[in-house]
Structure formats: structure tokens, C-alpha cells
Nanobody, 126 residues
Framework: QVQLVESGGGLVQAGGSLRLSCAAS????????MGWFRQAPGKERELVAA????????YYADSVKGRFTIFRDNANNMVYLQMNSLKLEDTAVYYC???????????????????WGQGTQVAVSS
């Protein structure tokens, strides 16, 4: 079973960039659909971006389209979230999520993922 560890969070000024990384253990990483979620204080956890097993398909929440990019490196069991033009409202704890599935395509429902990392804090300041 894959275990997930996020890194790369921190404090950044509005307009800046951060790259989040998610390291996955296990031998079958290429069979996992992956997603990045975020949860701000007092809000529901929401999907930010998702990527299919082979990276053919990606999904972005409207709030991050054109600013964030999800990509993966199956050879090294990594998935990344490149975040550019950060805004104050991007402040949240960001979670990496995974689901082993033989179904190709992205998963967009929170309930579809059953493996989660511990989260990494992203804080955007003015």
C-alpha cells in the first residue's frame, strides 16, 4: 500500500510561487490516480487538481486554472503541484491523495480517494 508524504509548503507573498511535492512509497505508484486537495480554516476540504495514472488526463478547480499545474514522475514515485501567481485565498493546508484504480482517468470526488498524506501548510501573505 502506498504511503504519501508531502513537502514544499511555506510562507510566500502574493504573486509568488511554490512547488509542492508528494513522495509515495510502494511499487505500484503508476496504478494510482492522484490528487491535491486543500483545506482552509473553517472550510471543507476541496479538490485543487487531479491527474490520471499515466498523466494523460488532468483536472483543475476553476479557482486555480491557469495558475497551478499538477504533474507526476512515475519512475520516482512523485507527484507535484506547481503553484504560481499565488493569492491570499490559496492559504490552506494542502494534502496529497491517492487511489489505486484500474479505471483510467482522473478522480474528482473526495470520497474516491482512500490514501492521504499528512498535509503541508501554505500561507500566502499580502
Amino acid at each position: 500500500q502506498v504511503q504519501l508524504v508531502e513537502s514544499g509548503g511555506g510562507l510566500v507573498q502574493a504573486g509568488g510561487s511554490l512547488r509542492l511535492s508528494c513522495a509515495a512509497s510502494g511499487r505500484t505508484f503508476s496504478s494510482y490516480a492522484m490528487g491535491w486537495f486543500r483545506q482552509a480554516p473553517g472550510k471543507e476540504r476541496e479538490l485543487v487538481a487531479a491527474i490520471s495514472q499515466s498523466a494523460v488526463s488532468t483536472y483543475y478547480a476553476d479557482s486555480v486554472k491557469g495558475r497551478f499545474t499538477i504533474f507526476r514522475d512515475n519512475a520516482n514515485n512523485m507527484v507535484y503541484l506547481q503553484m504560481n501567481s499565488l493569492k491570499l485565498e490559496d492559504t490552506a493546508v494542502y494534502y496529497c491523495a491517492a487511489k489505486f484504480t484500474r479505471r483510467t482517468g482522473v478522480l474528482t470526488g473526495r470520497e474516491e480517494y482512500d490514501l492521504w498524506g499528512q498535509g503541508t501548510q501554505v500561507a500566502v501573505s499580502s
